[in-house]
């Protein structure tokens, strides 16, 4: 440092260089040097060649390795250096490391020391001296982790022209603070250019001594910059400046070092793009200077070099190329990367002449005409084969895997779908069990329970077959035609719940609770709710209304709300699986028995079997038949052996209301005639290969269908029948005119009990299919209506059905003795709540009287004063009877369940009931007779149901044709025919045949037909 100084003091600041002294060779290495480096230089110097910054000193401190001055002698401000730099250390300065500890030494099997950071930091060798480390321990994971201590890598060969290459020379700028010069002073922050030996062995030692000055142990500098920080005042204006200056310095040495390895790189590319060599016939041409050139100058590299050029020899030889030009920039870039070798591509790029090249290669004329052209075409096919057999292989394979793919989806789907089937029929059983078991404890608690207040929840449901929905005109206004059960709440210990298809009107809610108040019944409101499923509109119109039900949420939990804590069941109509479901969701019981059951013994053929277990009379018949041949064989057996009847009924088991009726009249067919004059015994033989004959071929000719606008033909019609089964039977040898079809209509209660609701004679509005009813029957006058029900009852009881049940018989007059009793075959059974029975709902609210469980009869109570009666037997006869002068008179109503006039839709709601008052088309509320209508929908609906009052059948017929020409009178004309004739399956009845046939009856009563031994009418059964 003093040498230093004193070399600067020996100089002067007066004495500036001579410019065009140093214009000669110094000047020329600064040629090219860029002024921001100069720059750099000359601020770099200004700081170390001031005795007084403190930087300055620090940076000679670590460039000439000198040591700290004593901070308490001489101040660092001045520069000062402690006097004992070689003093001896009054302590020791390193201490020994800790050793394995003993016990540890003499015990093998015990734990090792815990490894600190000091230790790590002393290194792996003093670990393993100092038995840290056990002997034969696997080290090499301890040099694996951070950056290796040592690699493999290409060694880099430097051009001789780089040898010469020398640093360019960068002027010095020298510093000069204000008053410090001797003589010659310049000016503040003054620089000048310094050419002298100290400026150029600074300069350098920028270059050569990067090493010392730039890249010194990170700690020794952080060190020294700390202690500088410690003792320079914040106030120094030179500290800033001093930071970026080092910073300014290390990037001047990266962009030299960049500067460097660019030059070598381009002259690099330079060298090698000189060179070109060529390959003739497979050879390289060794002779040419070219190639002489390019080997002298990659001779550290030729062995890769070398390697390259054999394999585009063999090449170029294995395809016969006669000429290539190689480029020997790619040859040489290729020859670098020796982890992998290089494939056909890669050769290629390194020929000039590659197109030409190509075309010999891919040429098939000429590929093969070399010295291994044999075996490159035995290649050639070979790998052809190989590809087509290969390809061949993995289309068939993948054929077969999409195949095996398809059916393996659907095995698991069909094994997803059989163990989800398996689920839900383990759910169903154990639904099933457990509905069992409340059914069996409703029937035990049932006299408890029809004592105490209860609800019932009455669903007039058609859960038939879809076809068969299907083919129903107005299904939702049909399924609705019970809502006179609504009427069961005149029983004070009976709430209702009704379950409605669809929304009704405003008009029509308020017509029935008018009917209701007019019974006498307190706030009806609360004693009867109508449900409406919210989903009906989402599905389709012909769904039946348990399902709807099922799926409408919001009805379900409503319908909850209602019977909370209370005593409820439901009253279905026909009964099926849907009505257990809804039975399991509600957790109430049902008014019936196993739906599977029920069904079975409303089929014709099921009720036969009741019929014989009941010991009631019954037709001859063959029931069971679902075959084609077994119906045409059954069907000549009984002809031949029942030869005096001569009409015979086809029935459809489930078919209803004489949909699935059909007759044949034998008394026209020769072969019948011959056999009844002959009178010869008839062998199976006979019947087998003659009468089967003859009738097969009758029978599309002579059947008359019931409902052809539902079977056409007679294949329809017999193809349905063996499809669900049928019966045949007989129909009474008398004329058709004297037969009578009445039905009896009873409840089976869930104890046993048989109790009687009604019994009615029906008529029908053409042959077979029927239109309406008379209450009470009295084809069968002296019949003891409740033994029959009871004997009936109680066999469906033992069979496990409960609930409502109608019994329909055909009566006709006793062959031998046509002045006796009537006699009556029973024809079919109906387990569910029949139309008829519950129009007996809306009559009995109205009349407020009571049947007689016996015959059947009604009577209502009424007062009448004896001095009005004419009849003097009678008049004495009622004074006798009581005080209070009390009579019962018989009352009897005519019931057309369903009228649709397309007219009605015309007429608003409050016109019509406006134009029946001033009609006189109305009901006697004192009198207790007249005509009330029964709404199953709004009148657009074009729909209603009629029933009329009094105390014979001739008054209420009288009333039902009043009431039909007013219909026909506001409607319009009834018409004629309804049905269109298209191919639409369909069963509506004519209101036209229904109108001709009330009018008819009209007629015979005018006659004096009225009484009910004489009265018979045209009908039959269902």
Same mark, same amino acid.
């Given at each position: #440092?003093?040498?230093?100084?004193?070399?600067?003091?020996?100089?002067?600041?007066? #004495?500036?260089?001579?410019?065009?002294?140093?214009?000669?060779?110094? %000047?020329?290495n600064?040629?090219?040097?860029?002024?921001?480096?100069?720059?750099?230089?000359?601020?770099?110097?200004?700081?170390?060649?001031?005795?007084?910054?403190? %930087?300055?000193n %620090?940076?000679?401190?670590?460039?000439?390795?000198?040591?700290?001055?004593?901070?308490?002698?001489?101040? &660092?401000?001045?520069?000062?250096?402690?006097?004992?730099?070689?003093?001896?250390?009054?302590?020791?300065?390193s201490?020994?490391?800790k050793?394995?500890?003993?016990?540890?030494?003499?015990?093998?099997?015990?734990?090792?020391?815990k490894i600190t950071?000091?230790?790590?930091?002393?290194?792996? %060798?003093?670990?393993?001296?100092?038995?840290?480390i056990?002997?034969? @321990?696997?080290?090499?994971?301890?040099f694996?982790?951070?950056?290796?201590?040592?690699?493999?890598?290409?060694?880099?060969?430097?051009?001789?022209?780089h040898?010469?290459?020398?640093?360019?020379?960068?002027?010095?700028?020298?510093y000069?603070?204000?008053?410090?010069?001797?003589? +010659?002073?310049?000016?503040?922050?003054?620089?000048?250019?310094?050419?002298g030996?100290?400026?150029n062995?600074?300069?350098?030692?920028i270059?050569?001594s990067?090493?010392?000055?730039? *890249?010194?142990?990170?700690?020794?500098?952080?060190?020294?910059?700390?202690?500088?920080?410690?003792?320079?005042?914040?106030?120094? /204006?030179?500290?800033?400046? @001093?930071?970026?200056?080092?910073?300014?310095?290390?990037?001047?040495?990266?962009?030299?070092?960049?500067?460097?390895?660019d030059?070598?790189?381009?002259?690099?590319?330079?060298?090698?793009?000189?060179?070109?060599?060529?390959?003739?016939?497979?050879?390289?041409?060794?002779?040419?200077?070219?190639? #002489?050139?390019?080997?002298?100058?990659?001779?550290t590299?030729?062995?890769?070099v070398?390697?390259?050029?054999y394999?585009?020899?063999?090449?170029?030889?294995?395809?016969?190329?006669?000429?290539?030009?190689?480029?020997?920039?790619?040859?040489?870039?290729?020859?670098?990367?020796?982890?992998?070798?290089?494939?056909?591509?890669?050769l290629?790029e390194?020929?000039?002449?590659?197109p030409?090249?190509?075309?010999?290669?891919?040429?098939?004329?000429?590929?093969?005409?070399?010295?291994?052209?044999?075996?490159l075409?035995?290649?050639?096919?070979?790998?052809?084969?190989?590809?087509?057999?290969?390809?061949?292989?993995?289309?068939?394979?993948?054929?077969?895997?999409?195949?095996?793919?398809?059916?393996?989806?659907?095995?698991? !789907?069909?094994?997803?779908m059989?163990?989800?089937?398996?689920?839900?029929?383990?759910?169903?059983?154990?639904?099933?069990?457990?509905?069992?078991?409340?059914?069996?404890?409703?029937? &035990?608690?049932?006299?408890?329970?029809?004592?105490?207040?209860?609800?019932?929840?009455h669903?007039?449901s058609?859960?038939?077959?879809?076809?068969?929905?299907?083919?129903m005109?107005?299904?939702?206004?049909? $399924?609705?035609?019970?809502?006179?059960?609504?009427?069961? @709440?005149?029983d004070?210990?009976?709430?209702?719940?009704?379950?409605a298809?669809?929304?009704?009107?405003? $008009?029509?809610?308020?017509?029935?609770?008018?009917?209701?108040?007019?019974? /006498?019944?307190?706030?009806?409101?609360?004693?009867?709710?109508?449900?409406?499923?919210?989903?009906?509109?989402?599905?389709?119109?012909?769904?039946?209304?348990?399902?709807?039900?099922?799926?409408?949420p919001?009805?379900?939990?409503?319908?909850?709300?209602?019977?909370?804590e209370?005593?409820?069941?439901?009253?279905?109509?026909?009964?099926?699986?849907?009505?257990?479901?809804?039975?399991?969701?509600?957790?109430?019981?049902?008014? =019936?028995?196993?739906p599977?059951?029920v069904? #079975?013994?409303?089929t014709?053929?099921?009720a036969?079997?009741?019929?014989?277990?009941a010991d009631?009379?019954?037709?001859?018949?063959?029931y069971?038949?679902?075959d084609k041949?077994?119906?045409?064989?059954?069907?000549?057996?009984?002809?031949?052996?029942?030869?005096? @009847?001569?009409?015979?009924?086809?029935?459809?088991?489930?078919?209803?209301? +004489?949909?699935?009726?059909?007759?044949?009249?034998?008394?026209?067919?020769?072969?019948?005639?011959?056999? &009844?004059?002959?009178?010869?015994?008839?062998?199976?033989?006979?019947?087998?290969?003659?009468?089967?004959?003859?009738?097969?071929?009758?029978?599309?000719k002579?059947?008359?269908?019931?409902?052809?606008?539902?079977?056409?033909?007679?294949?329809?019609?017999?193809?349905?029948?063996?499809?669900?089964?049928g019966?045949?039977?007989?129909?009474?040898?008398c004329n058709?005119?004297?037969?009578?079809?009445?039905?009896?209509?009873?409840?089976?209660?869930?104890?046993?009990?048989?109790?009687?609701?009604?019994s009615?004679?029906?008529?029908?509005?053409?042959?077979?299919?029927?239109?309406?009813?008379?209450?009470?029957?009295?084809?069968?006058?002296?019949?003891?209506?409740?033994?029959?029900?009871?004997?009936?009852?109680?066999?469906?009881?033992?069979?496990?059905?409960?609930?409502?049940?109608?019994?329909?018989?055909?009566?006709?007059?006793?062959?031998?003795?046509?002045?006796?009793?009537?006699l009556?075959?029973?024809?079919?059974?109906n387990?569910?709540?029949?139309?008829?029975?519950?129009? =007996?709902?809306?009559?009995? !609210?109205?009349?407020?009287?009571?049947?007689?469980?016996?015959?059947?009869?009604?009577f209502?109570?009424?007062?009448?004063?004896?001095?009005?009666?004419?009849?003097?037997?009678?008049?004495?006869?009622?004074?006798?009877k009581?005080?209070?002068?009390e009579?019962?008179?018989?009352?009897?109503?005519?019931f057309?369940k369903?009228?649709?006039?397309?007219?009605?839709? *015309?007429i608003q709601?409050n016109?019509?009931?406006?134009? =029946?008052?001033?009609?006189?088309?109305?009901?006697?509320?004192?009198?207790?007779?007249?005509?009330?209508f029964?709404?199953?929908?709004?009148?657009?609906?074009?729909?209603?149901?009629?029933?009329?009052?009094?105390?014979?059948?001739?008054?209420?017929?009288n009333y039902?044709?009043?009431? !039909?020409?007013?219909?026909?009178?506001?409607?319009?004309?009834?018409?004629?025919k309804?049905?269109?004739?298209?191919?639409?399956?369909?069963?509506?009845?004519?209101?036209?045949?229904?109108?001709?046939?009330?009018?008819?009856?009209?007629?015979?009563?005018?006659?004096?037909?009225?009484?009910?031994?004489?009265?018979?009418?045209? *009908?039959?059964?269902?």
């Open positions: #440092m003093a040498s230093f100084m004193n070399s600067e003091r020996d100089r002067g600041g007066s #004495m500036l260089p001579d410019i065009n002294k140093g214009s000669g060779r110094g %000047m020329g600064e040629i090219g040097v860029p002024v921001k480096r100069i720059l750099k230089h000359q601020r770099m110097y200004s700081v170390v060649s001031n005795p007084q910054n403190a %930087m300055g %620090m940076i000679l401190r670590e460039k000439f390795k000198l040591p700290d001055p004593n901070k308490g002698k001489i101040p &660092r401000q001045i520069g000062g250096i402690s006097s004992t730099i070689n003093a001896k250390p009054a302590g020791k300065v201490r020994s490391k050793i394995l500890p003993k016990f540890i030494r003499d015990d093998p099997a015990a734990d090792g020391p950071e000091d230790d790590l930091r002393d290194g792996m %060798m003093s670990l393993l001296n100092r038995g840290m056990p002997k034969g @321990v696997d080290v090499t994971p301890a694996e982790r951070g950056k290796a201590p040592f690699g493999l890598t290409q060694a880099k060969i430097h051009s001789f022209s040898k010469t290459l020398r640093k360019p020379k960068t002027p010095s700028i020298a000069k603070r204000p008053g410090t010069a001797d003589r +010659g002073e310049i000016g503040p922050a003054t620089f000048i250019t310094a050419g030996d100290f400026e062995s600074y300069l350098n030692n270059h050569k990067d090493d010392n000055l730039f *890249t010194n142990n990170q700690y020794a500098r952080e060190e020294t910059k700390e202690d500088v920080l410690e003792n320079i005042s914040p106030d120094n /204006e030179d500290m800033d400046d @001093v930071r970026e200056d080092q910073i300014d310095i290390r990037e001047q040495e990266e962009d030299y070092q960049l500067d460097v390895k030059n070598q790189s381009i002259e690099g590319e330079e060298l090698y793009s000189m060179y070109q060599i060529s390959i003739k016939g497979g050879k390289v041409v060794e002779t040419s200077p070219e190639y #002489m050139s390019f080997k002298r100058a990659n001779a590299k030729w062995g890769a070398s390697l390259v050029l394999l585009l020899e063999k090449l170029l030889n294995l395809y016969n190329v006669p000429y290539a030009t190689i480029d020997c920039h790619k040859l040489v870039r290729l020859a670098e990367e020796e982890l992998t070798r290089p494939n056909h591509e890669e290629l390194c020929c000039i002449n590659k030409q090249v190509e075309e010999i290669i891919n040429n098939p004329l000429k590929k093969f005409k070399g010295p291994s052209g044999p075996d075409a035995a290649i050639c096919i070979q790998k052809n084969w190989r590809r087509f057999k290969a390809y061949t292989a993995f289309t068939l394979l993948k054929y077969s895997m999409s195949k095996a793919t398809i059916i393996q989806r659907r095995w698991r !789907l069909y094994q997803l059989k163990n989800t089937k398996a689920k839900i029929k383990q759910f169903n059983e154990e639904s099933i069990n457990e509905w069992k078991i409340m059914m069996k404890e409703f029937r &035990r608690r049932w006299p408890d329970v029809k004592k105490k207040r209860r609800v019932e929840i669903i007039n058609f859960s038939f077959s879809e076809e068969k929905r299907l083919s005109e107005k299904f939702q206004q049909r $399924e609705n035609s019970q809502i006179s059960r609504i009427f069961s @709440v005149k004070p210990k009976v709430d209702v719940i009704y379950v298809p669809f929304t009704l009107t405003n $008009e029509v809610y308020e017509y029935y609770k008018k009917i209701l108040e007019l019974g /006498e019944l307190e706030k009806p409101e609360n004693r009867f709710h109508i449900v409406v499923p919210e989903n009906y509109v989402k599905f389709k119109e012909t769904m039946s209304l348990t399902q709807t039900l099922i799926y409408s919001k009805a379900i939990k409503r319908i909850k709300t209602l019977i909370e209370r005593q409820a069941y439901i009253v279905p109509g026909i009964s099926t699986k849907e009505d257990v479901k809804l039975s399991i969701n509600l957790g109430i019981p049902i008014m =019936c028995g196993d599977s059951k069904s #079975m013994y409303s014709k053929s099921g036969k079997r009741i019929f014989q277990q009631v009379p019954s037709p001859i018949s063959a069971d038949i679902y041949r077994e119906f045409e064989v059954s069907l000549c057996k009984l002809i031949a052996h029942n030869l005096y @009847v001569n009409t015979w009924i086809f029935k459809i088991d489930d078919e209803f209301n +004489g949909r699935g009726h059909a007759a044949l009249n034998v008394d026209s067919i020769k072969t019948v005639i011959e056999l &009844r004059k002959r009178k010869f015994e008839i062998t199976d033989n006979i019947i087998e290969n003659k009468l089967v004959e003859v009738i097969s071929k009758l029978l599309p002579k059947v008359k269908i019931a409902m052809p606008s539902l079977y056409r033909n007679w294949d329809e019609y017999i193809e349905a029948f063996c499809h669900v089964g019966v045949i039977e007989a129909a009474p040898s058709s005119k004297q037969v009578v079809s009445p039905s009896v209509s009873f409840f089976v209660a869930p104890d046993g009990e048989v109790d009687l609701i009604g009615f004679d029906r008529f029908a509005a053409k042959e077979f299919v029927n239109a309406g009813c008379f209450f009470p029957q009295t084809s069968l006058p002296n019949i003891n209506l409740m033994t029959l029900s009871k004997s009936i009852g109680d066999i469906l009881y033992e069979k496990g059905v409960i609930g409502h049940v109608t019994v329909d018989l055909v009566a006709f007059p006793d062959p031998t003795n046509p002045k006796a009793h009537p009556f075959w029973a024809v079919d059974i387990c569910s709540l029949s139309d008829y029975a519950s129009a =007996c709902f809306h009559f009995d !609210l109205l009349m407020e009287g009571r049947i007689d469980k016996f015959t059947g009869q009604y209502v109570e009424v007062q009448k004063d004896p001095d009005e009666l004419i009849d003097a037997d009678a008049a004495q006869e009622a004074k006798d009581t005080n209070k002068n009579f019962f008179e018989p009352r009897s109503f005519m057309c369903y009228l649709h006039h397309p007219g009605l839709a *015309t709601f016109t019509f009931f406006h134009m =029946c008052r001033l009609e006189s088309v109305s009901y006697d509320m004192e009198k207790r007779t007249g005509s009330t029964c709404l199953y929908d709004c009148l657009q609906g074009g729909v209603i149901g009629l029933i009329t009052v009094g105390e014979h059948r001739k008054v209420t017929v039902m044709v009043e009431a !039909l020409n007013f219909i026909q009178n506001q409607a319009g004309v009834i018409p004629s309804a049905i269109s004739e298209d191919s639409t399956r369909i069963d509506e009845i004519n209101v036209g045949d229904v109108f001709s046939r009330v009018v008819s009856l009209v007629s015979y009563f005018k006659k004096g037909g009225y009484k009910a031994s004489n009265y018979y009418n045209k *009908t039959h059964y269902f």
